[in-house]
């Protein structure tokens, strides 16, 4: 985060400004349906989407607003007055598309030598007595988990326990989210942990969400747990390009393609700066993915003709026209059937790049 001070007045109460450094504007857009037609081709493997519209809204203001002292603080700016924040919905053809545009002057100014100024920190921070028992309560019901863990047990946590670790965003407990999904979960208790999962990465902040979703699904070889972090992110819309791209430049395969699912997904919002971006990922795939298959020649049965085959990375030889191998499922790629595919992507992205270059260029 950009710790810049901020105000929507003209002036800054007790600070001394000593350069006016020019206005600085950003804009971000977000599509509630703005890509539904590219989805539409593809078969939706994740389930449903259902996201608190307000806490869209809150989040696309917030990462306006660090773009925003992002251009201030390349100026020269430790502030920013006057800021003015905008929101315009915009509909037709069947697209909606919703944009916030924040502005604000960039200034230099001076803490006053008695460091009282605007958002000024209080180190003498406090909790009551209710705090510290429920603090109490999630702490006790963390270890216990964690012990039940470390012997190989199933976890679990009474409402009242996963309502307070909720509501002081206990950080402890994402390994145990995580160790959870690496078991077995029985069929009727799936539905509850799953929700679980989504309601906790849910309400942390979108960098701390992504920083611990995806070096976990970096380092994992859980399929269950894979497939609970893709769930995630493509529920709450937290696609990141640079750690995709990490993904993609994995040495292992199935990482590899891990990141081409995740491209399927989307963004919560989207600024002019993925244009390059998207592009760049449509270039990487194009050289980490090229056919595992070898085209070759087999000899006809009772005949000299040859015909053509594609042999598939586990030896199987398979009819040109056969899309994916009798033995082990995949196609030339190495990607099993309702898995996206590098050319289902690299459609998927071009479209992307159409709606984003149009949107921005206008």
Known sequence: MNNLVVTTSSSLENWEITRYLGVVTSHVVAGTNIFSDAFASFSDIFGGRSKSYQKQIASINNQALELLKEKAKRKGGNAIVALKI????????????????????????????????????????????????????????????????????????????????????????????????????????????????????????????????????LKTESNTLENIILYAIN???????????????????????????????????????????????????????????????VSKTFSSKTKKMWECGCGTQNDMSVKYCNNCGRNKYGFESGEYNPEQIDSLLDQKIEVLSNYFNN
Not at 268 to 282: A, N, P, R, T
Request: a negative charge; glycine letters at 6%; proline letters at 2%.
């Open 235 to 297: 529920k709450l819309s937290l696609v990141d390009f640079d750690r995709v791209e990490a993904l993609i430049r994995n040495d292992n395969f199935n990482k590899k393609k891990l990141g081409i699912q995740l491209l399927a997904c989307d963004k919560l919002s989207y600024q002019s700066s993925d244009i390059q971006k998207i592009q760049k990922l449509m270039n990487l795939i194009d050289k980490e993915f090229s056919k595992q298959a070898e085209i070759v020649e």
């Open 86 to 217: 905008d929101h315009d919905e915009i509909s037709g053809g069947g697209k909606s598309m919703f944009m916030v545009t924040v502005s604000g002057t960039a200034v230099k100014a001076n803490l006053p030598e008695n460091g009282n100024g605007l958002n000024a920190e209080n180190d003498d921070k406090e909790i009551d007595a209710k705090q510290m028992s429920e603090l109490i309560k999630v702490h006790k019901a963390v270890t216990k988990m964690n012990h039940k863990k470390q012997e190989g047990k199933g976890i679990y946590f009474r409402d009242d326990e996963w309502k307070l670790i909720l509501k002081y965003k206990e950080l402890d407990v994402i390994p145990l989210l995580f160790y959870r999904f690496f078991q077995k979960i029985p069929d009727h208790m799936e539905g509850e942990w799953k929700n679980k999962f989504i309601e906790f990465f849910g309400m942390l902040d979108t960098d701390l969400a992504n920083k611990y979703l995806y070096n976990e699904i």
